[in-house]
């Protein structure tokens, strides 16, 4: 009855910890306390555990009890234990006894279950499952062969193997396989101590005769012939007192007690491959599919360190990788972790107490340099030559100072701290400094600026202040920083005022400049004009030529007044570029027609060639360029008595930003340049002929102006001084228009024609002689013309009759000629007489002028001395201009 109610207890209790998840049943032949049934389950729980897979274990007892008995009252028993709990989802078996077990009576207790057996020893049975329906499994394959070969290497004297083995199935199976080794294993012979024909005494007195040279392998010892069972530990230390040869094993259990060693089977290992083919099938693989598994790969070389010793066998020949067990352990071995804790305790220590004491000494370090900061800081505050003072941000009374501030103020210290800000600053100027310091203290404002302050005789001085709050030891504070700058406002005071004098002094010049341009430009106008219509009036040869010279020599003048302001504007740095697209071709034909007069009369031959690889067009100042050629050529030109002077033009390599290089090269025959003037002929008014003795006419500005205008577009000027002339070496850098902007410089037609013909002409001019020339000008022209002396009369007329065109001197009397070119633009009342184009014609030449005409309305710019050819120019596009527009407005 107890049995039984232990029983019900036991399925109740595995009934309610089911759950759900899948489970298998294990039956194990043996009991809890046999050797292998451990390190089986452990090997099975690995695998299955992982997966959800739970394990129960049930036990036949075989070993210590006889098969046929403990079979039927397992059977009995299992069926109670089935019939109570939950269907199993795979059953297992470990060894011989529960596989026929399993095969007698599972249809009954496990009808459609897979069944998966492992440390099985009849090789024949499990070989003859492998493809069975519901079967598949781990055949435990003792290394019996291998264990042989390890006795003959181990036992060299050795002349027998007497193997121990009683009547268990799985003995008997391993009892076939050490026979099929006789004569195999050398000369080595296979003898039997069978306890299936014998008793425990018998084999003790056999195991006594056996020599110590030879060798025992333990195969199985559990029962005798007379049925008296032993436990594997109980039979293993019988065969150990009786034997004194040593005992070789084919399974892992018993090493460490005694046993040698050998390639002994590892039940771990088969229970971790038997779990692996479980989860296959419960993962839907049939059992039948999967073949039965060899299980000597689970096999390892296994010995015992102490039995080794007692035998006399050295390590050396054990066979590679054997795994030794219970090797002597030292001290250090035996408690090498507890000494590695140690020691990781005692290196935190020693850390611990480095780090302290690192710290000690930064600290002390710390305090060292806090001290010697204190001391330099004291030190630059005391000594520093501008004002530091701190005042409280509450009461605006000052907490502490340095040494310049008293000094700067003229108070002892003891005066000074019973101040606050407004004892320092002049009453008319306390609102400002107040408003100020309010938001100085809250960090809105952080500034420097001029402020007046109070000393204690009561002298005013300046002084910059930049003023940050700054809590000190808890307190609001404002710091501020007081630089005394009355001798610097001095100094700006008179800078400034110095300033204002070159201004001034600038501004006269170039007043000065501008009104010499006009005062001599006018009268060079008449002369000038009246020497072209004496030109056009048929003189006589002879009369032409004084005609001819008399130009010269003004146009000489003329071009003296435009290099002494050419040069002005360039030294006051108010002479800017102009860049847009031109052809080097029409600077080519310039310069050539420009020069032509003055190379015909000294005879000498004058080119100017143009590289083929040169692009047509280029953009840039068309104008500087034209007169850098000129002043170099016309230099050339005018120091060669004979030969030829020659202008090259080639290109240089490009660079990244795309503007091409030209390299132009100036070269003449004439009389050079000597040595000593090389250093200097580019300053402005240097000659290179004595005062008294000159040959050669000029001022000296031309190559002055050439280089700075040089300068002026980033390029460079070089000369060289040959034996039979000079040569000018020039590059400059122009930009290079798209392939469809073509270079349209403005054409100027030298022929004089009457193509005003028909056409009206409005000229205001207040100096007479110029007003003359002008006028028969423009009556060559075809052109009718109404003239009048002043701005205001000339507006007048615009309003009685109309005009095609208006010619208009910049400064007459009553109103000037931008004031009238205004009015006429803004008069309403004129209708389209307003937009007349209107062309200024004046003496003003100076930087600038050209444009502010151009500002205020006037559609042209004609300089004086006026050119016929460049007036009729002028007029004719104005007019045609004019038209054009008509005609637009008329469609």
């Not at 493809?131 to 781990?138: H, M």
């Not at 031109?582 to 031959?605: H, N």
């Not at 000597?674 to 300053?683: C, K």
Request: charged share 25%.
């Amino acid at each position: 009855m107890a049995v039984l109610a232990a029983s019900l207890l036991c399925a109740f209790l595995a009934v309610n910890a089911w759950g759900g998840g899948r489970h298998a049943l294990l039956i194990s032949s043996y009991h809890p306390g046999f050797p292998t049934f451990f390190d089986q389950v452990g090997g099975l729980r690995e695998a299955l555990a992982p997966a959800g897979v739970a394990l129960d274990v049930e036990f036949m007892d075989t070993k210590r009890f006889p098969v046929s008995e403990a079979s039927a009252r397992f059977l009995d028993t299992l069926r109670f234990k089935l019939g109570v709990l939950p269907t199993y989802d795979i059953v297992v078996t470990a060894d011989d006894a529960a596989l026929r077990f399993v095969l007698d009576h599972g249809r009954e207790l496990f009808p459609g279950l897979d069944v998966v057996f492992f440390g099985v020893n009849d090789q024949d049975l499990a070989h003859s499952l492998s493809g069975s329906q519901g079967f598949t499994g781990i055949i435990e394959s003792v290394s019996m062969g291998e264990t042989l070969q390890d006795i003959r290497a181990l036992r060299p004297g050795a002349r027998a193997v007497h193997a121990v083995v009683d009547g268990q199935p799985g003995g008997r199976g391993d009892l076939r396989t050490y026979l099929s080794h006789q004569g195999r294993i050398g000369d080595l012979e296979l003898h039997v101590l069978d306890l299936e024909t014998m008793s425990w005494d018998e084999l003790g007195g056999r195991l006594a005769a056996v020599p110590k040279s030879d060798a025992i392998l333990l195969l199985s010892a559990y029962r005798d012939r007379q049925g008296e069972g032993r436990s594997f530990e109980d039979g293993l230390g019988f065969i150990l007192r009786h034997a004194a040869a040593p005992v070789f094993h084919l399974w892992e259990h018993g090493i460490g007690q005694g046993i040698v060693g050998g390639k002994v089977i590892s039940h771990r290992e088969q229970g971790r491959l038997a779990g692996g083919l479980v989860l296959r099938i419960l993962d839907g693989e049939p059992a039948h599919a999967l073949p039965v598994v060899e299980g000597d790969d689970a096999n390892r070389q296994v010995f015992d360190h102490a039995a080794l010793t007692r035998f006399g066998i050295g390590e050396a020949l054990l066979p590679d990788g054997s795994d030794i067990r219970n090797r002597p352990v030292s001290v250090i071995s035996r408690y090498m972790t507890h000494i590695l804790l140690a020691a990781a305790l005692v290196c935190v220590l020693v850390t611990l107490v480095a780090a302290l004491l690192h710290h000690v000494f930064r600290l002390r370090s710390a305090k060292a340099r806090l001290m010697d900061s204190e001391a330099r800081y004291k030190a630059l505050f005391n000594a520093n030559a501008d004002g530091i003072l701190v005042a409280d941000s509450a009461t605006r009374r000052f907490v502490f100072a340095n040494p310049a501030v008293y000094r700067m103020f003229g108070y002892s210290v003891d005066e000074f701290l019973t101040l606050g800000v407004k004892d320092i600053h002049p009453r008319e100027h306390l609102g400002q400094i107040m408003a100020n310091f309010e938001r100085q203290a809250t960090g809105e404002k952080d500034v420097v600026e001029e402020t007046p302050c109070l000393r204690s005789d009561g002298r005013v001085f300046t002084a910059d202040i930049r003023s940050f709050p700054l809590e000190i030891d808890g307190m609001s504070c404002t710091v501020g920083l007081f630089r005394d700058v009355t001798e610097r406002s001095l100094v700006l005071e008179d800078l400034r005022q110095a300033r204002d004098a070159a201004d001034a002094a600038n501004r006269s010049k170039s007043e000065f400049l501008a009104n010499m341009s006009h005062e001599i430009r006018t009268p060079l106008n008449g002369i000038a004009g009246m020497l072209q219509l004496l030109e056009e009036s048929s003189p006589t040869q002879e009369q032409r030529e004084y005609i001819r010279l008399a130009l010269s020599s003004s146009m000489r003048l003329t071009r003296l007044l435009a290099d002494i302001l050419d040069l002005s504007r360039i030294e006051a740095g108010k002479l800017a570029l102009e860049s847009g697209p031109f052809r080097l071709t029409d600077v080519r034909q310039s310069t050539l027609s420009l020069l032509s007069v003055a190379t015909r009369e000294k005879g000498i031959r004058f080119d100017f060639h143009l590289s083929d690889d040169l692009p047509e067009t280029l953009v840039g100042d068309q104008a500087r360029l034209q007169q850098i050629l000129f002043n170099l050529a016309g230099n050339g030109i005018k120091f060669t008595e004979r030969g030829r002077v020659c202008v090259e033009a080639s290109p240089l390599p490009a660079r990244r930003d795309g503007r091409l290089g030209v390299l132009f090269t100036v070269s003449d025959t004439g009389i050079g340049i000597s040595d000593e003037l090389l250093g200097a002929v580019f300053q402005p008014f240097v000659q290179g002929e004595a005062l008294y003795v000159r040959r050669f006419q000029g001022a000296g500005l031309g190559l002055s102006i050439v280089r700075r205008l040089v300068h002026l577009m980033e390029g460079s000027l070089s000369v060289e001084n040959r034996g039979d002339g000079t040569t000018f070496c020039l590059a400059l850098r122009f930009g290079i228009p798209p392939a469809a902007t073509a270079g349209e410089g403005e054409a100027v037609d030298r022929t004089v024609d009457d193509f005003g013909e028909g056409r009206k002409i409005l000229l205001a001019e207040d100096d007479e002689i110029s007003r003359h020339a002008v006028e028969n000008m423009l009556r060559m022209f075809g052109c009718e013309v109404v003239a009048v002396v002043d701005g205001r009369e000339a507006v007048a007329r615009l309003r009685e009759e109309d005009f095609d065109a208006v010619v208009m001197d910049i400064q007459m009397p009553l109103m000037d000629g931008l004031a009238a070119t205004r009015a006429v633009r803004a008069d309403e009342s004129l209708g389209a007489r307003s937009q007349v184009p209107i062309i200024a014609m004046t003496a003003y030449a100076m930087m600038g002028d050209r444009e502010k005409f151009l500002a205020a309305g006037m559609d042209g710019y004609v300089a004086k001395p006026v050119d016929m050819v460049r007036l009729r120019t002028v007029v004719r596009q104005c007019m045609e201009k004019r038209d054009g527009a008509d005609q637009r407005g008329a469609r």
